[in-house]
């Protein structure tokens, strides 16, 4: 039997890992929305019918995630899904996270109270076999990606397109169960917004504050975005234990884009700059190194792109971005576990330890010596990017190819005890470097046919040889109404510098760092997707029937091996290796009306399987029963999406979803009990808001409204200091109220 990755027992263990919201960039592709309400759920979209008799002036949106150009989205080969800035705002979301949680096969997943550390689940994959892009970019670090999903506000989006099934033809790594691109704000008018909000998390308080302001040259050469945004989250403590089930949260966010059209050309600037305060655990008035437990994580990130795109001819046009991301992360992952305080053990440092806030290392050498040095730590990540796309259109062919760079490098500092007996000390360095190139075609062969075939080539660092990636798509029109997609292609998912399951954890006192054997190879996939869409003639575009049906086959799946010893220096590892196979797949099921003027109705359902073909070990401590299962955990076999909107300026614009999500197996890594079927969950949402119009003045726009209404939520959450803070499976968000003002001008 094989041993299963990142579940394994432990008296605590600790996340490490942050993120940011990126830049934003690429690509030249212009939205066009009439009207607009949400409709998550299908690739041939339509916004609400115009004032119009003649449905046929209602302009559909075009998306690029898909094959990298542009397309409508009901014409793009590849079936892509998308939500706007407006059904955003309509639907109440706060951040990235609130928002791909109402796709239909996806959820966003709690993987720990402490930190409050979450990832995207997509068609029954974890989040790792996600890419998540800005304007088409992978600046979302491994380390960035395991808080990132809170540090995306959403009203700096523009939309997010998403597209299921493998991406690693066009992609690279990761983006093997799908791809997450969020595309950011390009005003065609100068003017910005003001917006208040609060949130009562169950009675604790949560304030956003964001602003952005657009100007625009009169004769639309030149186009200037300055955003921010601040916000503080309150502690949650849902068991009444005192210990936080959420973490406490205080996000700044900064950023500028410039776009400036020069000649046939368009060059874009962008930078962005996040800061986050995240602490989980206990004794918040307190040190970390005095609280029981205390997750602490100071990030700040800085990320920017550069990119120029320009059109040749009518029938060649390119684009060359170069991008950056750089994070620097001061954690504490420790505390005293309910221990007193004993004497000093080591006299206060004289001198800095690395990079570290040389006071709090002081605090805790003062307090109580060894057990804080070990507990405190500092990570550096810069990403670094490189990018040519070139495009050619002849004959009935579009033609796209380029060439592809990204360098990663980690320098992880950590225990600082290793600063005692004499520093500074060189960091454990990872550097991982990726060379791809590509190419595409799409053609259009026939009147009713379109065919899309591939090809990516992948040099990484980490691995020996050259990883080759191709993709099919084929999209067939039978009839007006009636359209059909099918996917086949391979992918792959690289050993990183960093990932969550390389964080250091702390397991019964001792520090336990993940090493990755030499011979470490890629997990690859093989996907096969196949989707059908009826809009029936007679409905006038105000119907639509979907089903896709998906497959994924998963080879050499990375996994860890339970704790070893060092006999020569005593420390405490584990080595990751390439595990079992594992095969995920299912249906999706979608239906959206719109019945009625301004009335819209989404329905979403997805029944899958997610398995490993060998029994996998999840416990063993070497004294009780050894729990082993084939079925991935934490994933349902059911999920389904409800939403109804109505939207009418001169009135409302109301919202009402319910997302249900089925049983789950999932252990407890401190008892070693499998629970083998969990209970169901059902969540209801609920929005209206109200725009008022006073002369010159700007627009007021004021919304309310409620997640999870009824709180639904797990009833068996770990409590106390020895919790397994891991053995999570409900929903992300307790009940939540929630009121803003939003000011456009």
């Excluded at 990570?379 to 670094?384: G, H, I, L, M, Q």
């Excluded at 520093?423 to 550097?431: G, H, L, M, Q, S």
């Excluded at 994924?552 to 070893?564: D, K, M, R, Y």
């Amino acid at each position: 039997m094989w041993r299963k990755l990142h579940f394994q027992p432990m008296a605590q263990k600790f996340c490490s890992s942050s993120l940011i919201y990126s830049r934003l960039a690429a690509g030249a592709c212009l939205l066009v929305l009439c009207g607009g309400i949400p409709s998550l759920t299908f690739a041939q979209r339509k916004p609400f019918p115009s004032s119009s008799p003649d449905d046929s002036l209602v302009l559909e949106p075009f998306v690029t995630t898909g094959t990298r150009t542009s397309h409508r989205i009901s014409k793009s080969p590849v079936r892509t899904e998308l939500v706007t800035s407006q059904e955003m705002e309509h639907a109440g979301v706060r951040n990235l996270a609130d928002t791909v949680e109402l796709f239909p096969g996806i959820r966003v997943e709690n993987n720990c109270q402490n930190c409050g550390t979450s990832e995207i689940l997509m068609l029954g994959l974890e989040g790792r076999y996600t890419a998540v892009l800005f304007d088409g970019v992978p600046l979302f670090s491994g380390l960035a990606a395991v808080y990132g999903l809170d540090q995306i506000p959403a009203a700096f989006v523009d939309r997010i397109e998403v597209v299921k099934g493998g991406g690693s033809a066009i992609y690279g790594s990761g983006a093997v169960g799908g791809v997450v691109n969020v595309i950011g704000r390009n005003p065609t008018s100068s003017g910005g917004l003001f917006e208040f909000r609060h949130d009562s998390v169950k009675g604790q308080p949560t304030t956003q504050i964001s602003g952005i302001v657009d100007d625009v040259s009169p004769n639309g050469d030149r186009s200037v975005t300055v955003y921010g945004q601040n916000s503080r989250v309150a502690p949650v403590d849902l068991n009444h234990d005192g210990y936080s089930d959420s973490p406490k949260r205080d996000l700044q966010v900064f950023g500028a884009r410039i776009n400036q059209r020069l000649g046939r050309g368009i060059l874009r600037l962008d930078y962005n700059r996040t800061v986050e305060y995240r602490r989980g655990g206990n004794k918040f008035d307190l040190p970390d190194n005095l609280a029981d437990i205390s997750e602490r994580i100071d990030t700040s990130r800085d990320a920017g792109i550069i990119l120029w795109s320009a059109v040749v001819s009518p029938d060649f046009d390119y684009q060359v971005s170069g991008s950056f991301a750089d994070i620097d992360r001061q954690t504490f992952y420790g505390g005293l576990f309910e221990n007193s305080v004993t004497a000093r053990l080591v006299p206060e440092s004289s001198s800095g330890a690395g990079d570290n806030n040389q006071a709090s290392i002081d605090r805790g050498y003062a307090t109580y010596g060894q057990v804080a040095q070990d507990q405190f730590g500092f990570t550096k990540n810069r990403v670094y990017s490189l990018e040519t796309q070139f495009n050619h259109r002849w004959s009935d062919h579009h033609t796209s190819f380029g060439l592809q760079y990204y360098r990663e490098r980690i320098d992880d500092i950590v225990p600082v005890s290793t600063f005692v007996t004499g520093y500074p000390i060189a960091p454990d360095t990872a550097i991982g470097d990726n060379h791809g190139l590509y190419i595409q075609d799409d053609w259009p062969f026939a009147k009713t046919w379109e065919l899309v075939l591939g090809l990516r080539g992948d040099k990484i660092s980490e691995l020996d040889k050259v990883v080759v990636s191709p993709r099919v798509n084929v999209k067939w029109v039978p009839g007006d109404d009636l359209t059909f997609r099918a996917t086949f292609g391979t992918g792959f998912r690289a050993p990183q510098p960093f990932d969550e399951d390389l964080h250091i954890e702390l397991i019964a006192g001792d520090r336990t760092k993940t090493i990755q054997t030499p011979d470490l190879k890629e997990e690859k996939s093989y996907s096969t997707l196949f989707s059908a869409s009826w809009s029936p003639e007679a409905a006038r575009g105000r119907m639509t029937l979907e089903m896709n049906g998906f497959y994924t086959h998963l080879g050499g799946t990375f996994t860890n091996s339970e704790i070893q010893t060092d006999p020569a220096t005593g420390k405490v590892f584990r080595t990751r290796f390439n595990g079992p196979d594992a095969e995920v797949g299912g249906v999706e099921l979608g239906f959206g009306a719109l019945p009625m003027k301004n009335f819209r109705l989404d329905l979403g359902y997805v029944h899958q399987f997610a398995r490993y073909k060998e029994t996998v070990v999840l416990f063993d401590d070497g004294a009780g029963p050894v729990v082993s299962e084939k079925d991935f955990l934490e994933t349902p076999k059911d999920y389904a999406v409800v939403q109804a909107t109505y939207s009418d300026d001169a009135f409302a614009n109301l919202s009402l979803s319910a997302v249900y999500t089925g049983p789950v197996k999932s252990i407890n890594l401190r008892t070693g009990v499998l629970n083998e079927k969990t209970d169901d969950f059902l969540v209801w949402n609920a929005t209206a808001s109200r725009s008022f119009t006073l002369g010159s003045l700007p627009v007021v726009t004021i919304s309310v409204g409620s997640k999870n209404l009824f709180d639904t939520r797990q009833k068996d959450l770990e409590a106390g200091v020895e919790r397994d803070p891991y053995y999570l499976y409900g929903p992300r968000t307790p009940r939540t109220f929630f009121a803003s003002m939003r000011l456009a001008f």
